[in-house]
């Protein structure tokens, strides 16, 4: 695990170590949750245009999405693992460039930034894989944005995102499965109450 650990580390200090003022700023705000509030507010003005009344079935299960990944990413990793953020690390924590003096929590492993974004990318990528191409195409573009942001700003190594991207991948597309159960169940019922 050594080398892995070492090309963890020297990723991290390369990303990071690019750094401007202006990049600081924008790392910052794109971190942030509320910055993206006009991109979700389209994103859920296209759901209803889409799903109608099933709207809500969406925005449920997209609420669902977000806990099950944070809990997951928290619960059943940061909390076993114990992996020690960049701005935590003995060693590395005095080369990592802080902005606003920024450290994040203790543990790291896995990112939930990254666990929270893949999973919502991969629940509506797959509900609208036939339909506006635009909406994966932002949804791929926001989520990297994110991720190089929380390695940008040196509180996650490459192998926290990694593995965050992987385990939300997999929470979303679990979750899709169930989603199109639910609308299909309850279209049929629906249907046979006609």
């Given at each position: 695990?050594?080398?892995?650990?070492?090309?963890?580390?020297?990723?991290?200090?390369?990303?990071?170590?690019?750094?401007?003022?202006?990049?600081?700023?924008?790392?910052?705000?794109?971190?942030?949750?509320?910055?993206?509030?006009?991109?979700?507010?389209?994103?859920?003005?296209?759901?209803?245009?889409?799903?109608?009344?099933y709207g809500f079935l969406t925005l449920l299960f997209?609420?669902?999405?977000?806990?099950?990944?944070?809990?997951?990413s928290v619960h059943l990793f940061k909390n076993v693992f114990h992996r020690l953020r960049p701005t935590h690390q003995p060693g590395i924590e005095n080369l990592v460039h802080l902005v606003n003096n920024y450290r994040g929590g203790l543990?790291?492993?896995?990112?939930?930034?990254?666990?929270?974004?893949?999973?919502?990318?991969?629940?509506?990528?797959?509900?609208?894989?036939h339909k506006y191409k635009w909406i994966h195409?932002?949804?791929?573009?926001?989520?990297?944005?994110?991720?190089?942001?929380?390695?940008?700003?040196?509180?996650?190594?490459?192998?926290d995102i990694l593995g965050g991207v992987i385990v939300g991948y997999l929470i979303g597309t679990g979750l899709f499965y169930l989603y199109r159960f639910t609308e299909n169940w309850l279209q049929n019922r629906k249907m046979s109450s006609v």
């Amino acid at each position: 695990m050594s080398p892995i650990i070492h090309l963890d580390q020297e990723l991290l200090l390369f990303i990071n170590g690019h750094h401007s003022p202006f990049f600081d700023k924008f790392m910052v705000l794109v971190s942030a949750r509320f910055y993206w509030s006009p991109f979700y507010a389209i994103l859920i003005y296209f759901i209803f245009k889409e799903k109608k009344w099933y709207g809500f079935l969406t925005l449920l299960f997209i609420a669902l999405t977000i806990t099950a990944s944070d809990q997951i990413s928290v619960h059943l990793f940061k909390n076993v693992f114990h992996r020690l953020r960049p701005t935590h690390q003995p060693g590395i924590e005095n080369l990592v460039h802080l902005v606003n003096n920024y450290r994040g929590g203790l543990y790291g492993f896995i990112s939930s930034h990254a666990t929270n974004v893949f999973s919502i990318l991969a629940l509506l990528t797959h509900i609208f894989r036939h339909k506006y191409k635009w909406i994966h195409w932002s949804l791929w573009i926001w989520a990297l944005i994110i991720i190089y942001s929380r390695m940008y700003l040196g509180v996650h190594y490459p192998g926290d995102i990694l593995g965050g991207v992987i385990v939300g991948y997999l929470i979303g597309t679990g979750l899709f499965y169930l989603y199109r159960f639910t609308e299909n169940w309850l279209q049929n019922r629906k249907m046979s109450s006609v």
